[in-house]
């Protein structure tokens, strides 16, 4: 079975502060998709990224990058200078890739608040 | 703008009443989905589908029921034999290649 594994529940830093939330998951499939979501207080989820699981480089996006290594079942997010609308829930997930239907399991999130 | 747009965006419902939410897309997605979400816990999924007429449960659909009788329609019931209703409920969409999710901004329903 997937699982996706977000141990830090909750994070707190100062602004312009560099912070990585963690994200481990588990899964039988070779190929598969991992995710990371924001979810601001209004509740709707806003895709951030999606990876392969065949392409292990590494991406930035502005203040934004992700790490993945297959070798730890890992793909941590990097946010770098942290600002006071980055505060949100954040979710890691994990889908097969498949034809068809792709279901998502997501972690617990990690609550993220940055404090001017 | 295409999106998902999900109502009502509050909903309180009696004990033993069944409530449907409301789950419509433009964007011309095939595949729809139902999470639920609980206070600080991820999402799980209740119900998905592929195509009109066609879905299948998720991980927790016990208490709930669905219907795809519209591509843009994806509406989600909650019965009376669903024990413990009050969460925060989240549709999605995709298409049907891999591609990212869109999701709707949830309905909060909570059972008075």
């Not at chain 1, 699981?53 to 502005?62: A, K, L, R, T």
Request: overall charge neutral.
């Amino acid at each position: 079975a997937q699982k996706v594994t977000q141990a830090q529940t909750e994070i707190s830093v100062v602004e312009k502060e560099d912070v990585t939330l963690d994200c481990v998951y588990e899964t039988r499939d070779t190929t598969y998709y991992l995710f990371w979501y924001k979810q601001p207080p209004s509740g709707e989820l806003v895709f951030l990224i999606r990876r392969n699981s065949f392409d292990e480089q590494n991406e930035i996006s502005g203040r934004y990058s992700w790490n993945f290594q297959k070798s730890t079942s890992s793909f941590n997010f990097t946010i770098t200078a942290s600002q006071v609308v980055d505060s949100a829930v954040y979710f890691c997930a994990l889908s097969e890739a498949r034809e068809g239907a792709q279901k998502l399991v997501f972690g617990q999130g990690t609550r993220l608040t940055i404090n001017p | 703008d295409g999106g998902i747009t999900q109502s009502p965006k509050y909903l309180f419902r009696k004990e033993g009443q069944n409530v449907t939410l409301s789950c419509e897309q433009n964007l011309n997605h095939d595949a729809m989905y139902w999470y639920r979400q609980d206070p600080g816990q991820g999402l799980r999924l209740i119900y998905y589908s592929q195509i009109v007429n066609d879905f299948q449960k998720g991980d927790i659909a016990e208490g709930y029921s669905v219907s795809r009788e519209k591509k843009e329609s994806f509406p989600l019931t909650v019965t009376s034999a669903q024990k413990n209703p009050t969460a925060f409920y989240l549709c999605a969409s995709n298409r049907l290649t891999g591609h990212g999710y869109t999701f709707g901004s949830g309905t909060r329903l909570t059972v008075v």
